[in-house]
Structures are given as C-alpha cells and as structure tokens.
T-cell receptor, first 115, second 111 residues
Framework: AQTVTQSQPEMSVQEAETVTLSCTYD???????LFWYKQPPSRQMILVIR??????QNATENRFSVNFQKAAKSFSLKISDSQLGDAAMYFC????????????FGTGTRLQVFP | KAGVTQTPRYLIKTRGQQVTLSCSPI?????VSWYQQTPGQGLQFLFE???????NKGNFPGRFSGRQFSNSRSEMNVSTLELGDSALYLC??????????FGEGSRLTVL
C-alpha cells in the first residue's frame, strides 16, 4: 500500500522569504502523480502544483516549485517570495496512474507567514 | 463553470441517527470521490464513483455508503452515527485524469 509522509507539522516563514515543505512517499508503482494541495482556514482545498512521475523535469507554478527525486521518493515544495496569503495547511498527495482518482494524503504541514 | 457544490455545509446530529450528504460535481465531470477529514486521522479516502459505479472504496465500516446518479451528482450516507464520525466530509470531482476539484465540504458534528 502507498503511504505519504509529511514530517513537518508546522513551519513558519517571513514574508518575502523562501520556505521548503518536505514530503516523502512509498510505493511500488512506477507510474503515478504527486500533488501539493493548499487548504486555507475554513476554505476549500485547492491544487498548488502537480508532478507526473514519468517527467524528470520539476514542475513549477509561479512562486511554487517542487524538487522531485523519484529514486529517493521525495517530493518537496518550495515557496518563493512568501506572501501572507500563503498561510494555510499544505497537503502532499499521491495518486496512482491506474484508473482511479483516489488520493492518498500526508498529514499536512501548517505554514505560518509572518510580516 | 460552477465549482463542486456540497450540501449541507454544516449539520448537527445525535448518536444513532443517520445523515445524507450531497455533492454536485463540476458540469461534465463524471467522477466523484469522497474524503473524511478529522484532526486525528487527517484526510482519508472514503469511496469514488464513475458513471454511477463505485470504482474504489476506502477502509471504512459498512455504515458508510454512497451512490452516484445519472447526472453525476453523488450522495453519501452514514447510518447509526457515532461520535467519531464528526468530521469535515469533502467531495471532489475530476474529468479524465485532470485536476481534482474539491468542494467546500460538509461539516458534521455528532453529539
């Protein structure tokens, strides 16, 4: 069975600085997808960034980028130029490339952004 | 397009009662999945439906059930409620391996 581990329950960063959130996963599959989702307080979960396992190039979305290390089964999220609006719970998630939309989530990292 | 709509947003039940939650996916999306979010267990997969068929089920007791209608709307039902069923229930929809879109959730409190 696949598992996703986020070892940082809480992180904090100052506005305009850079922060990296860690995620490791375990799977025996070779083809899969990895995601970072953001859940602001009392608001809905939104997709931050996704990575296809077959792609070697790390995904980037504006200030958000990932460091995908397939062999090490590591998938960290880097947030550059942090903004107050980045404060939220961040969840790392895994999805098999098989015919399913089941997501396996990590326990989440609460990110605080200080002015 | 309208987003994923979940109703009701908040509800309070007592132990032993049952509850039905509804989810309307984004127009054109045929796949719907449900997740339970609690502080202790985090986000756990409940089940997923595609074209009215349950395609996958998480490790939850039989008190948790769901269904999907021909218009892709989905409902989940929890019978004989227990205190531990208090949670935020999230619904998500997607279309053909695209992005998963989540609703705002239904927050269930069991007293």
């Amino acid at each position: 069975a696949q598992t996703v581990t986020q070892s940082q329950p809480e992180m904090s960063v100052q506005e305009a600085e850079t922060v990296t959130l860690s995620c490791t996963y375990d799977t025996s599959e070779s083809d899969y997808y990895l995601f970072w989702y953001k859940q602001p307080p009392s608001r809905q979960m939104i997709l931050v960034i996704r990575q296809e396992a077959y792609k070697q190039q790390n995904a980037t979305e504006n200030r958000f980028s990932v460091n995908f290390q397939k062999a090490a089964k590591s998938f960290s999220l880097k947030i550059s130029d942090s903004q107050l609006g980045d404060a939220a719970m961040y969840f790392c998630a895994y999805r098999s490339a098989l015919n399913t939309d089941k997501l396996i989530f990590g326990t989440g990292t609460r990110l605080q952004v200080f002015p | 397009k309208a987003g994923v709509t979940q109703t009701p947003r908040y509800l309070i039940k007592t132990r032993g009662q049952q509850v039905t939650l509804s989810c309307s996916p984004i127009s054109g999306h045929r796949s719907v999945s449900w997740y339970q979010q609690t502080p202790g267990q985090g986000l756990q997969f409940l089940f997923e439906y595609f074209s009215e068929t349950q395609r996958n089920k998480g490790n939850f007791p039989g008190r948790f059930s769901g269904r999907q209608f021909s218009n892709s709307r989905s409902e989940m039902n929890v019978s004989t409620l227990e205190l531990g069923d208090s949670a935020l229930y999230l619904c998500a929809s997607w279309e053909n391996y695209g992005e998963l879109f989540f609703g705002e959730g239904s927050r269930l409190t069991v007293l």
